[in-house]
Structure formats: structure tokens, C-alpha cells
């Protein structure tokens, strides 16, 4: 089992382009989320999903997207990415109780 | 909405002794459950330990323990002899009973940044 694996681990970004990233889990967990680390913040919530093809708000939605379009995938958009953006982004899924996060991805948007 | 608070940044501690990180949180709610992850320089999230609140029993996973005090809403993290291993920021997390409302989200505290000394 590979657990939950995020694609890119890097990636710098200029001011207004847009990417996308993956994250992927071989667990069959219904449960997936997208949270942001910033200094002296801890872990918060962007969007997370309940099951295929449903999404929901989370703390801190607001200029990212979101598809769960498969079961074991999980889809972080940027449209117009912003220098407020900057920061680590971690995928995590569960099924129950414990949350099993990915390696993470440093955005760095200049 | 749930808050946890980790008001110690930063923690040191000498190999071989004993170290407790505290972590307190504000919820309504009466059936949660609470966390306490590991995150190395590495970034990946380390679950070290799991509390449930309806349990009065304090969890244990070899030299780590917890003080679950439910009525203060304390959930501090004990390390006993600490290792060079254990350096790392620690984050203590909640959780809701309630999947179906919440999507068995986290809400995190600020973290506390450990440091043991050889």
C-alpha cells in the first residue's frame, strides 16, 4: 500500500497562473481533505469530501476549487494563484478515526 | 466551533527525561475525540496517540501518555524518556463525534516545536 500520496512535492507559481494538485489513496477511505500549514498556525481545513463526487467548505475555501470525481482521488485547484497562497499543502483521507496525511506540497507562488 | 490552543511554542527537553506538552480546546459538544500527531522535518503527520472523550481511561502507547481532563478540557501529552527521535513540532487535534455534520475533519492547534537535548 502506497496510503495517500500527493503530486507535486514542489512547485513555484507566478502571481495569477493556475495549477492543480493530486492527491491519491489506495485505502478506499470515503473521507478525503485538503488542509494548508502555515507558520505558527498549525493545520486548516480548505475543502474536504464525505464520498465520490461530493465536496464541502472547510475554514479557509475561499480561491481554491475542489473535484472528487474518484473514490481514490482528490483534486486541489488554483485558478489565479495569489502570494497569499504560499504555503504547505497536505492531503489527508479517513475512513473512521484516524486521518492518514500524504508528504505534503511546498506552493511557493511569487 | 471548536478551538484548540497550544500555548507553548516551543519545548526543550534532555534525552532520558520526561516532557509534557499541554493542549487545551473549546467545544459543546460532549463525544469528540482528540489527537496528538508528530511532524519531523520530514512534514509527514505522525498519529501518536488517540483519546476517545467517553473513555475515563487515559490512552498509552509505550512512552507516550496523555492527561485527559475532560471537565477542564485539558489533553496535555506526556513523552518519558525522550529520545533524540522525539524532536519535532507536535500538533494536538480534535475531532467531532459527528461525522455526518463535520466529514470527520480536524481542527488543529498552533503546535509546539520540541527540542531534545543530548
Known amino acids: 500500500n502506497a496510503g495517500v500520496t500527493q503530486t507535486p512535492k514542489f512547485r513555484v507559481l507566478k502571481t495569477g497562473q493556475s495549477m492543480t494538485l493530486l492527491c491519491a489513496q489506495d485505502?478506499?477511505?470515503?473521507?478525503m481533505y485538503w488542509y494548508r500549514q502555515d507558520p505558527g498556525m498549525g493545520l486548516r481545513l480548505i475543502h474536504y469530501s464525505v464520498g465520490e463526487g461530493t465536496t464541502a467548505k472547510g475554514e479557509v475555501p475561499d480561491g481554491y476549487n475542489v473535484s472528487r470525481l474518484k473514490k481514490q482521488n482528490f483534486l486541489l485547484g488554483l485558478e489565479s494563484a495569489a502570494p497569499s497562497q504560499t504555503s504547505v499543502y497536505f492531503c489527508a483521507s479517513s475512513r473512521i478515526r484516524e486521518q492518514f496525511f500524504g508528504p505534503g506540497t511546498r506552493l511557493t507562488v511569487l | 466551533a471548536q478551538t484548540v490552543t497550544q500555548s507553548q511554542p516551543e519545548m526543550s527537553v534532555q534525552e532520558a527525561e520526561t516532557v509534557t506538552l499541554s493542549c487545551t480546546y473549546d467545544t459543546s459538544e460532549s463525544d469528540y475525540y482528540l489527537f496528538w500527531y508528530k511532524q519531523p522535518p520530514s512534514r509527514q503527520m505522525i498519529l501518536v496517540i488517540r483519546?476517545?472523550?467517553?473513555?475515563?481511561q487515559n490512552a498509552t502507547e509505550n512512552r507516550f501518555s496523555v492527561n485527559f481532563q475532560k471537565a477542564a478540557k485539558s489533553f496535555s501529552l506526556k513523552i518519558s524518556d525522550s529520545q533524540l527521535g522525539d524532536a519535532a513540532m507536535y500538533f494536538c487535534a480534535y475531532r467531532s463525534f459527528r461525522e455526518e455534520t463535520s466529514g470527520s475533519r480536524l481542527t488543529f492547534g498552533e503546535g509546539t516545536q520540541l527540542t531534545v537535548n543530548p
Open positions: 485505502m478506499n477511505h470515503e473521507y
Open positions: 483519546q476517545e472523550a467517553y473513555k475515563q
